[in-house]
């Protein structure tokens, strides 16, 4: 099938990063949120990054002007009627992303693909409220969405050969590198990350290194980008912490154990550069 019009549902960070990338690759975006307050913060989002771009000149007025305008927002998904594609890109609520699924399945054409940009739950259970399980699959792009070049797609047992066929050259035509997993927690990446920056956590918890020690031995000892605390303060505690109950609930495996000091962090509200405070102090 040939994808012209894709809807994303949701317009925070990542939904805004996902719409920013299918509008400038040339696609037609519809673009939903809860309330015109959210809708019209990601639509600022999405023309503030594009500003970001024609500064640098990576792109010039006249393209953002008209990447813009292949851009539509509303609050209501039955504007999704005419989309071959939707990636869902909402809260991370298992509860909220069936209920939604089954909306789009009732709401979206039949041919319609159905995606979501989860970076841990259950693919299957979606799939199974949209009614349409060989037509859903993940669809995970990675944040910052325009900068990053990874996308997994990740199948379920019931997901069609031609469903990851259309996804993946969609994903390719954004620019994007696609790798191929199933449907367990945490797919390719967050199955290998989250293990690692716990582990961390665990031998900074015990006394054996300080933050500082253990990313410098990180970053030099093993030419990393950044430390795993550095990681943790852009990804986000809360987050971190999130996808590592759902792989412990899944698995019931202490690998994936979340230490005591990450949970009191969460707790105390010490998100990272989010909150404004993480492992590295204070953020402005």
């Given at each position: 099938?040939e994808?012209?019009?894709?809807?994303?549902?949701?317009?925070?960070?990542?939904?805004?990063?996902?719409?920013?990338?299918?509008?400038?690759?040339?696609?037609?975006?519809?673009?939903?949120?809860?309330?015109d307050?959210?809708?019209?913060?990601?639509m600022?989002?999405?023309?503030?990054?594009?500003?970001?771009?024609?500064?640098?000149?990576?792109?010039t007025?006249?393209?953002?002007?008209?990447i813009?305008?292949?851009?539509?927002?509303?609050?209501?998904?039955?504007d999704?009627?005419?989309?071959d594609?939707?990636?869902?890109?909402?809260?991370?609520?298992?509860?909220?992303?069936?209920?939604?699924?089954?909306?789009?399945?009732?709401?979206?054409?039949?041919?319609?693909?159905?995606?979501?940009?989860?970076?841990?739950?259950?693919?299957?259970e979606?799939?199974?409220?949209?009614?349409?399980?060989?037509?859903?699959?993940?669809?995970?792009?990675?944040?910052?969405?325009?900068?990053?070049?990874?996308?997994e797609?990740?199948?379920?047992?019931?997901?069609?050969d031609?469903?990851?066929?259309?996804?993946?050259?969609?994903?390719?035509?954004l620019?994007?590198?696609?790798?191929?997993?199933?449907?367990?927690?945490?797919?390719?990446?967050?199955?290998?990350l989250?293990?690692?920056?716990?582990?961390?956590?665990?031998?900074?918890?015990?006394g054996?290194?300080?933050?500082?020690?253990?990313?410098?031995a990180?970053?030099?000892?093993?030419?990393?980008?950044?430390g795993?605390?550095?990681?943790?303060?852009?990804?986000?505690?809360?987050?971190?912490?999130?996808?590592?109950?759902?792989m412990?609930?899944?698995?019931?495996?202490?690998?994936?154990?979340?230490?005591?000091?990450?949970?009191?962090?969460?707790?105390?509200g010490?998100?990272?550069?989010?909150?404004?405070?993480?492992?590295?102090?204070?953020?402005?």
């Amino acid at each position: 099938m040939e994808i012209k019009r894709v809807g994303v549902v949701g317009a925070g960070i990542m939904g805004a990063g996902i719409v920013h990338v299918c509008a400038q690759s040339g696609y037609e975006v519809v673009v939903s949120e809860v309330n015109d307050e959210l809708l019209q913060k990601g639509m600022g989002t999405v023309d503030h990054f594009l500003g970001r771009a024609v500064q640098k000149e990576k792109i010039t007025a006249e393209q953002k002007d008209e990447i813009m305008g292949r851009i539509r927002g509303t609050t209501d998904i039955k504007d999704f009627k005419d989309c071959d594609l939707i990636v869902e890109a909402i809260i991370e609520n298992l509860d909220l992303k069936k209920e939604l699924f089954k909306q789009l399945g009732d709401s979206c054409p039949p041919h319609a693909l159905l995606t979501s940009n989860t970076s841990s739950m259950t693919i299957t259970e979606m799939a199974a409220a949209s009614g349409r399980m060989d037509k859903v699959a993940g669809l995970h792009f990675f944040n910052p969405v325009p900068v990053m070049r990874l996308v997994e797609i990740v199948t379920t047992i019931v997901t069609s050969d031609e469903t990851v066929k259309a996804l993946k050259e969609f994903s390719e035509s954004l620019g994007k590198t696609v790798v191929i997993a199933k449907d367990t927690p945490g797919f390719i990446v967050n199955r290998l990350l989250i293990p690692y920056l716990l582990h961390a956590i665990r031998l900074h918890e015990s006394g054996l290194a300080s933050i500082e020690d253990i990313d410098t031995a990180i970053e030099l000892g093993l030419n990393h980008p950044m430390g795993p605390f550095r990681l943790l303060d852009i990804l986000g505690n809360d987050t971190t912490l999130f996808i590592a109950e759902n792989m412990f609930n899944e698995f019931k495996d202490d690998t994936y154990a979340a230490p005591v000091l990450l949970k009191r962090m969460v707790t105390a509200g010490i998100l990272g550069r989010k909150s404004g405070k993480g492992f590295y102090g204070e953020y402005k």
